[in-house]
């Protein structure tokens, strides 16, 4: 899989019916590798390694349901009282992060209302912190969780 910009980590990543597989240790099970989670997994384990996020307090293919359509936010990250403090979305490190991108997030976060944004491609990261009055400010870097 293409390097990205985030710390190395050990996958398992195995073959399974001809199709190539990674662990997700959140949804303790084995997915398509797919270059999507790739950074997905890659992310996932720099905020566990890196940033001190619990995994028993992340989930991965969050269902929202949004003027009656059902989608599903990447990762979502909860506070220890289970109320959502982040979305993550994740991107093809072909993919730009875009406006449309922001766009989609900020919609999922319309049903969560949740205080951080987090946008990777693996190779670029963005985040944000939705303040009191609704405004975004954009930090320099992910927070550690003990900072949320």
């Not at 073959?15 to 662990?23: A, S, V, W």
């Not at 289970?82 to 979305?89: A, D, K, R």
Request: with cysteine.
């Amino acid at each position: 899989m293409e390097q990205l910009n985030l710390p190395p980590f050990k996958p398992s990543i195995k073959i399974l019916n001809g199709t190539k597989k990674i662990f997700d240790v959140l949804r303790r099970k084995y997915v398509a590798l797919t270059p999507e989670e790739w950074v997905r997994q890659s992310f996932i384990h720099f905020l566990i390694e890196h940033k001190g996020y619990s995994s028993s307090l992340m989930t991965n293919e969050v269902s929202v349901s949004l003027n009656g359509m059902s989608r599903r936010c990447d990762s979502v990250l909860y506070r220890r009282d289970m109320t959502p403090v982040m979305i993550m979305e994740y991107k093809a490190p072909s993919v730009e992060i875009s406006q449309k991108v922001f766009s989609q997030i900020c919609r999922y976060n319309i049903v969560l209302k949740v205080r951080y944004l987090v946008i990777s491609n693996g190779l670029s990261h963005y985040c944000c912190r939705i303040n009191d009055d609704g405004t975004y400010c954009f930090l320099k870097d992910i927070p550690n969780y003990e900072d949320l």
